[in-house]
């Protein structure tokens, strides 16, 4: 079916209402974006004919009149591989247009010891993951990447990382015959929070993610903020302390030198070896085989060089979640990364946040909300970047 330009701007636009803000009926469809209920229900009618939306019953309420009857996106209707490029692992997914996971695998691996993946690694892996899992007809293929992407710039992560610089993103997807997305792993991480979480308002919201770096991304009015604008989101590069180490990016006190994975993992190592009493000792049996759990190990037996570390790193969390909250305009802001899985971090970090003393009276609070961690979100949530570019960008004929 031949659709014109605004056929295909209104379908996409009734599709986001659906995602945003599920269930939902055909009248508060047409009031919230004012679209015709008439159009409203022919495209909606649509919708239900090619399996893309489905009627759950009618609204139980005590108002009179008609009732509203809700409705929701079909789930299974198509399929799509995610993928995560990150310092640890390379994960994939298959999952549908809901965000449900229906196959995964991930390879784990070290990037100080075996540097980067190539662009050729990743191809391979993609290509026996869709062998594999052939039973499942994939209309898209989405990464999300540790950095930024602009293909009118560069063919490469943008990125001061060096570990990056063997992936040609035009090569990948020029491998394959499916549409191929990227985008950054926490502009990714809100893109689906937005399309797969049941939210009752479309409001804005934030996502702080933490793993080897610090990035936050803006969902505003529906739309992510600035992504054009690298800058924008680099919270781990905001200097937290004036006086205080010396960041890669050449700056003094980054939140970054404090807070991430990378130097908390870095930091440990220096204790170490530096340290003869130090618990890691007897957690790990080489210096390279500290992670997070073993420096969370070391924290809760009572390692005082780890216990340091930690409490550092929670107190700058705090501080630049606290100025996020008094910055940007925001309903919800979300915590992602492995970081946050440990109680006692995410305790400290919200206790911290709510000692903080309020400006004004009655001011309204953010709701600080911690994302149940997976090491397959970031592939997982690739995946809304297919269903956006397939479905609801306006630009595109649908």
């Keep these: 079916m ?11 636009t009734v599709l986001d209402q659906l995602y945003a803000k599920r269930p939902i009926s055909r009248i508060d469809i047409s009031k919230e974006t004012q679209i015709t209920p008439a159009t409203t229900g022919s495209i909606i009618n649509e919708l239900i004919k090619e ?3 489905l009627e759950l019953g009618e609204l139980n309420d005590e108002s009179v009149g008609r009732k509203k009857t809700l409705l929701d996106i079909a789930p299974h209707s198509r399929y799509y591989l995610g993928f995560e490029i990150s310092e640890k692992q390379l994960a994939m997914v298959i999952a549908d247009n809901t965000g449900e996971i229906a196959e995964s695998s991930i390879r784990t691996y070290q990037i100080e010891v075996t540097g980067g993946p190539s662009d050729q690694e990743i191809i391979r892996l993609i290509q026996d993951f869709l062998k594999k899992n052939s039973q499942y007809p994939i209309s898209a293929i989405a990464l999300g990447l540790p950095g930024h992407v602009n293909l009118s710039e560069s063919d490469f992560i943008i990125s001061k990382n060096p570990h990056w610089g063997q992936i040609n993103l035009r090569t990948i997807q020029e491998a394959f015959e499916l549409p191929v997305y990227f985008a950054n792993k926490s502009h990714c991480l809100t893109l689906a929070e937005r399309l797969f979480s049941y939210h009752p308002t479309d409001s804005n919201f934030i996502v702080y993610h933490v793993a080897r770096g610090i990035h936050c991304s803006y ?15 680099e919270v781990g590069h905001t200097v937290i302390n004036p006086e205080g180490e010396r960041c890669p990016c050449g700056k003094h006190g980054c939140l970054q030198v404090y807070a991430s994975e990378s130097a908390l993992i870095d930091k440990a190592a220096i204790l170490y070896r530096a340290s003869q009493t130090s618990l890691l000792k ?28 930690i409490h550092t790193a929670c107190r700058y969390l705090a501080i630049s979640i606290s100025n996020l909250c008094q910055l940007i305009d925001s309903e919800r802001i979300y915590l992602d990364g492995q970081i946050f899985s440990y109680p006692v971090i995410a305790e400290q970090v919200l206790a911290q946040i709510e000692q903080e003393v309020p400006l004004f009276p009655k001011q309204k609070q953010a709701e600080i909300v911690i994302i149940p961690y997976s090491k397959y979100s970031i592939a997982r949530s690739a995946v809304s970047l297919c269903v956006y570019h397939e479905f609801l960008d306006k630009k595109v004929n649908l």
């Design 51 to 53: 399996g893309l939306v």
């Design 2 to 12: 031949t659709r014109t330009r605004k056929q295909n701007e209104l379908r996409a």
């Design 282 to 309: 007897t957690l790990v049996e080489d210096v390279n085989d500290i992670d997070l759990t073993s420096l969370m190990t070391a924290y809760r037996l009572g390692d005082l060089g780890s216990i340091e570390l």
């Design 219 to 233: 969902m505003y009015k529906g739309s992510i903020y600035s992504q054009e604008n690298y800058l924008i989101g």
